[in-house]
């Protein structure tokens, strides 16, 4: 089966075990063109570790930082490494620590190549066998005040349940941990803001998208 034109990116930091399994579930995927490991600057044990995979797997690549810059830009460094060897129209970001199936990952790709006017598509998280939380909409000062006041949380998880039988959903800001988006669109928003370290990076990019008027879509399951 001939491959697509998707790369993966994903961050590694001492976890070189975690990144080998995941990397090993990736090669089994036809849709996986590219697999771009990150390393912000782990320990020479970790780094032999990596080496070695790369070594051994001919689409497999490590970029190695001279610090631990983190999630934004580390993945900055690892889509413009995308965009300067390759040609790859799709780009996949992911935690290690994910568990995927190669349909969840192309129903998502299909998604983005059907319709111009999704900028992201995630797929939905399942952690120990509950839906958890991946999805939420920009913050406004009410949701500020309401998240803040833990009493009001039931009623905000009623929302969240009304949509975990839907198959796909408009929303506001998707996780972090998984998602796919088109390389262009990435280079279109600047990429990550890399003033910050983590927590923020999932909200700028949505700002960024809703700015264009791209839409973010919530698909599928994952754990």
């Known amino acids: 089966m001939k491959k697509s034109n998707l790369a993966v990116i994903v961050i590694s930091y001492n976890n070189s075990s975690e990144i ?14 590219h697999i771009i490991i990150v390393d912000n600057a782990s320990n020479v044990s970790h780094i032999n570790e990596l080496e070695k995979l790369t070594n ?22 690892g889509i413009k490494y995308v965009e300067k060897h390759f040609d790859d129209s799709f780009i996949m970001i992911s935690n290690s620590d994910v568990t995927i199936d190669e349909p969840a990952i192309l129903d998502c790709l299909n998604l983005l190549k059907l319709d111009n006017s999704v900028g992201i598509v995630a797929p939905r998280m399942i952690s120990n066998g509950a839906y958890t939380p991946s999805y939420w909409k920009l913050p406004t000062v ?23 039988g839907k198959t796909k959903l408009k929303v506001d800001v998707v996780s ?15 990429y990550f803001d890399e003033r910050t370290f983590y927590i923020l990076r999932p909200m700028m990019v949505a700002l960024f998208l809703h700015h264009k008027n791209l839409l973010l879509s919530f698909h599928k399951d994952i754990q």
């Open 20 to 33: 080998n399994n995941f990397v090993k579930t990736l090669k089994t995927f036809n849709s996986v063109n």
């Open 176 to 190: 972090g941990s998984l998602f796919l988006i088109r390389t262009e669109t990435l280079k279109s928003v600047g």
């Open 142 to 164: 009410f949701t500020t005040f309401t998240n803040t006041f833990f009493y009001l949380s039931p009623i905000l998880r009623k929302f969240h349940t009304k949509q975990q």
């Open 56 to 77: 051994e797997n001919n689409n497999v690549f490590l970029v190695k930082n001279t610090g631990n810059y983190g999630y934004g830009k580390g993945n900055n460094i």
